[in-house]
């Protein structure tokens, strides 16, 4: 969790101090990991060969329309991000932006990005682009000041990277073509959670000063948050066989998932045990370890 800092524009060219501005409230780097599994999930669907020009349209929307999902989660949560350390620095917060503009950045971000996805490669690719970002940014941003039940709804646009990669290359979201997409999107769904809420609890000081409620315990002392932890990566391990059992990956691909899902759920078992700062922050990196490897393990079998 990396504070944001502040930018001093009598420091700098106004320019530049605009262009921070404007990467401070799109976060591209935060969008990246999200549009890297996209072109995974894009690069994994049978008879797709790597066309750098195709990946580099499906990065550019993917990024468009994410940057668009975080303008608005950062329009609806600008008070409370005036109250933590690690946000109190954004434009919204201390004024350098107007609403206004920020409403017009989001709008033809996400637009821009979703009708870029359904004009390079299908209608139905742009259609879930867009129905992912209403739902971080009107569904997931403003029910996270509500109840914990935000991580299941944050869950879903959360995982739709995969699959709209997938249906970006194969324009089905049904039938035997379209299962290796759902499969994609189970993995990053169930990874979501301990993910999630290991952050949530390392950050928990910071979340309830400004409101967010994201732990199933509601409280950082109880070992509740770490059983469920658990119980959601436990599970990524029998999925592990499934893009085996498909066709989507070969035993390599599957042992480096099933391998990495033991991983995690050793991490979360610890946390468990001893439900403290250490062994969240463990959890934490162990997701952040993770997504990446077993995405590029589906891949590189595949190849």
Known sequence: ???E???????????????????????????????FSSVIGYLLAPGIPFDLTRVLLLFIGGILVTGGANTINQILEREGDGLMTRTMH???????MSLAEAWAVAAISGLGGALMLGYFFNPLAGILSFISLLLYGFAYTPMKRIHPIAVLIGAIPGAMPPLLGWVAATGTLTGTLGLGGWILFLIQ????????????WVSYDECKK?????????ERSSKFTALQCMFYSIILIPIS??????????????????????????????????NDYPSAKRVMFASFIYLPVVLLALLFDKM
């Open 1 to 3: 969790m990396l504070r």
């Open 5 to 35: 800092e502040p930018i001093n524009v009598k420091q700098q060219p106004l320019l530049m101090a605009r262009v921070k501005d404007y990467s401070q409230l799109l976060k591209p780097n935060l969008s990246f990991m999200v549009v």
């Open 90 to 96: 954004r434009p919204l917060v201390e004024g350098r």
């Open 189 to 200: 769904f169930f990874w979501q959670f301990p993910h999630y809420w290991a952050i949530a």
């Open 210 to 218: 400004a409101g967010i409620s994201m732990l199933p315990s509601q």
């Open 241 to 274: 066989i499934t893009p085996r059992v498909v066709g989507l990956t070969g035993n390599v691909g599957m042992w480096v998932m099933i391998a990495c899902g033991i991983m995690f759920f050793a991490a979360s078992v610890v946390f468990y045990k001893k």
